[in-house]
């Protein structure tokens, strides 16, 4: 039985394929479109999914949809009126919208998928289900687990914003939930637009700002903007608030509290900034905690799964496993929307067609999340040749070799290999790698080829079976989504001077034998490495290693600021020719910039509309 899984109309477009349960493939719009978080109909990643598999629509048993509009729209009337006659303005701009795109969407996918087939059986193969229900069925079903506690955490859905399941075997019972307008997601939005940064894209920047700052607004955001039960559950107060009704996340009661207006883009980053983002961090953190005890208290089960968008804030990921309430923790890679379209399938498969579920004793089955498009050899050659690249084709072990010696001679390298991944991480198939040794490789790869905020931090890739060496950590995390201190035996002590810094001073000073990948608070965000799942990415890492004895390397996303990641081998000499990467392993094709046509040089910098 094959089952294609749809998200659309709001934000990462993405569609999925799955075959009697398995995942056979996924990808997100934005990848083939070029456009940031593209939330149109998803035909380019359809098309993808279709032709991958070898199949056309006609082949698919049923499509599922990854929410249900007419419930968004309930809530969408209901909040207006609730808050009426506040709010028109807003509510002017909305209505239109949602009764000419969004509110019909059932016969808008109908048209096109009749684009697709022509006798497409929308009346009988197309399903919808609900956002939190695609959200849990996405992180229990390719979990590894048997039974789980299933948290569910973002901005909002139809009407819920946080929601507790149960999964065991096929099954997955929601079990409570808390409303729209209450949002952990939407609190931490709040703060990112008062940061000065994009919502719903601007979130892990407030996350990676947190550190340089100090949570002295904590107590007033769980004290004034929030309720916040013993339980985890909360209510915020919505005076504070803009979002129900009008154009902007907050307002001037909100303002008062925290001592102005928001930050314009652009504006330099102050201290009281960073303070916020630590502030709201803290809370989260405190928030999530909660939460996670007292379900592991009230439900005495030892696993947890994770999803929604929520569940990318890595640091509070890291605090949860940490804290031990639950044994093991499972976050769906794909956590964001883009996942709602892998769940939506696959509630489809076991909650509507009710089939067996048999959990395997590898890892988890999402096959490390490269569930994307791949490329032959001499397809990469052809189109590389056409774009103007000058390159050599080595073995597989020569592009293992020359690779692992540009980046112990401090390189940037842009690595292309296998398939694309799913969810917002580069997880070494287009990756843009560098040496962590260095203390300078973090500043060049924000500023001359990511061309983003120099306090970014960057993320290691490492070997699982030397992660425990390098990192307070012994357990998988194959999909970054796990922060963890570095080990006491490789950080660098501050000098006295150096603790007295404040802020941004802090971000030169090196903290490990690893700065390129040490944050300022000495953590990490931790991607282990696995021959099952990714071996020439594995055997990369490992020959780094055997020429330095650093069994790590610095893993950022294959993009600049603003772009998607790279999708297909033009994309990824574009990005080459535009940025200061030195290297670039395209397959085997090996290529360095030195010599390149300088003619094909491309202003990468000001390309993309900023995030």
């Excluded at 990643?45 to 309930?74: N, S």
């Excluded at 056409?386 to 112990?408: H, M, Y």
């Excluded at 931090?457 to 012994?474: G, K, M, N, Q």
Aim: aromatic share 12%; with cysteine; proline share 5%.
């Amino acid at each position: 039985m094959r089952i294609l899984g749809l998200s659309a109309f709001y934000h990462d477009s993405a569609a999925a394929l799955i075959e009697d349960g398995t995942v056979i493939n996924a990808a997100q719009e934005e990848r083939f479109t070029r456009k940031k978080h593209d939330e149109s109909f998803p035909e380019h990643a359809i098309r993808f999914c279709l032709d991958d598999a070898g199949i056309t629509l006609a082949d698919v048993d049923y499509v599922a949809f990854y929410d249900k509009p007419f419930l968004k729209f309930e809530r969408l009337l209901e909040t207006y009126l609730s808050f009426a006659p506040i709010g028109f303005r807003s509510f002017k701009m909305a209505i239109p919208v949602w009764l000419k795109e969004k509110l019909f969407q059932k016969d808008l996918l109908r048209k096109r998928f009749k684009e697709f087939d022509p006798d497409f059986d929308w009346q009988n193969k197309l399903l919808f289900s609900e956002h939190h229900q695609s959200h849990a069925a996405s992180a229990f079903f390719p979990s590894p687990f048997e039974e789980a506690v299933v948290l569910t955490m973002d901005g909002v859905g139809e009407w819920a914003t946080t929601s507790v399941a149960i999964g065991q075997g096929r099954d997955l019972k929601m079990h409570k939930e808390i409303h729209f307008p209450h949002s952990l997601g939407l609190l931490y939005s709040a703060f990112t637009y008062y940061t000065g940064f994009k919502v719903n894209s601007g979130e892990y920047k407030v996350m990676g700002l947190a550190p340089y700052g100090e949570p002295i607004y904590k107590d007033k955001i769980l004290s004034t903007l929030m309720d916040v039960k013993e339980d985890g559950s909360f209510r915020l107060d919505q005076t504070y608030f803009n979002y129900c009704t009008g154009l902007t996340m907050t307002n001037a009661k909100f303002d008062a509290v925290f001592g102005g207006p928001p930050r314009k883009e652009g504006e330099p980053l102050e201290q009281k900034h960073m303070d916020l983002a630590a502030s709201v961090q803290a809370a989260t953190e405190e928030v999530v905690l909660s939460l996670t005890r007292n379900l592991a208290k009230e439900y005495g089960i030892k696993n947890l799964c994770l999803a929604g968008g929520v569940a990318l804030n890595c640091v509070a990921n890291g605090k949860v496993l940490r804290d031990a309430a639950f044994e093991n923790v499972w976050v769906q890679p794909a956590a964001g929307d883009a996942g709602g379209a892998l769940g939506a399938a696959l509630n489809a498969y076991y909650l509507y067609k009710e089939q067996p579920r048999i959990v395997g004793d590898t890892m988890d089955a999402m096959k490390g999340s490269y569930l994307g498009p791949v490329y032959t050899d001499d397809d990469i050659a052809t189109r590389l040749k056409a774009a103007g690249a000058k390159f050599d084709v080595l073995s597989e072990d020569d592009t293992i070799v020359q690779t692992a010696d540009a980046l112990a001679d401090e390189k940037a390298v842009g690595w292309f290999q296998g398939r694309m991944e799913f969810g917002p991480r580069a997880l070494g198939g287009r990756s843009i790698l560098g040496d962590p040794r260095s203390a300078t490789m973090q500043k060049t790869l924000n500023l001359r080829v990511k061309y983003r905020e120099s306090f970014r931090p960057f993320a290691p890739s490492v070997l699982r079976e030397d992660v425990a060496d390098w990192f307070e950590i012994s357990t998988d995390s194959p999909y970054m989504l796990m922060v963890a201190p570095v080990v006491e035996k490789r950080r660098v002590a501050m000098t006295e001077d150096e603790q007295k810094l404040f802020g941004i001073e802090k971000l030169n000073v090196p903290r490990s034998d690893i700065p390129a990948v040490t944050h300022v608070d000495y953590s990490a965000r931790i991607q282990t490495v696995h021959a099952e799942t990714n071996p020439r990415y594995h055997a990369l890492i490992k020959a780094f290693k055997e020429r330095t004895g650093c069994p790590v390397v610095v893993n950022t996303s294959f993009n600049v600021r603003g772009e998607p990641i790279v999708c297909t081998p033009e994309d990824a000499f574009r990005c080459f020719m535009g940025s200061d990467i030195e290297v670039l392993v395209v397959g085997n094709c090996f290529m360095k910039k030195e010599d390149q046509d300088p003619a094909l040089k491309l202003d990468y910098k000001n390309a993309f509309e900023l995030d």
